[in-house]
């Protein structure tokens, strides 16, 4: 089983970046593919990006490909979510959740544990 927290969310001005970070608890965290997803207010949670266990591949959604980048530090047990170039319309609760499934993931039902979730608000 794995516990997720989220941290960084905040407010700032489109343009400027955001670094989230995932701290996990558990001793297998390299074994789980990590996800980072938001939802804004009214709207569905949808996938932002993803990580395979050892940090060796990477996927992200077309909205924010080329401005955001996921890593992750497996001997810290954290995956980062280095947001740069926001927009307002990334104004969200980002959330990072794991999966034990290998291939890309990308569907919120396919996560098994999930973080409280960091509010970031991007103001234009």
């Known amino acids: 089983q794995v516990q997720l927290a989220e941290s960084g969310g905040g407010l700032v001005q489109a343009g400027n970046s955001l670094r989230l970070s995932c701290a996990a608890s558990?001793?297998?965290?390299?074994?789980?593919?990590i996800g980072w997803f938001r939802q804004a207010p009214g709207k569905e949670r949808e996938f932002v990006a993803t990580?395979?266990?050892?940090?060796?591949?990477?996927y992200y959604a077309d909205s924010v490909k080329g401005r955001f980048t996921i890593s992750r530090d497996n001997a810290k047990n954290t995956v980062y979510l280095q947001m740069n170039s926001l927009k307002p319309e990334d104004t969200a609760v980002y959330y990072c959740?794991?999966?034990?499934?290998?291939?890309?993931?990308?569907?919120?039902?396919?996560?098994?544990?999930w973080g409280q979730g960091t509010q970031v608000t991007v103001s234009s």
């Open positions: 959740a794991a999966t034990s499934m290998s291939f890309i993931v990308v569907t919120p039902n396919r996560y098994n544990y």
């Open positions: 990580i395979t266990g050892s940090g060796s591949s990477t």
């Open positions: 558990g001793r297998t965290f390299s074994a789980y593919r």
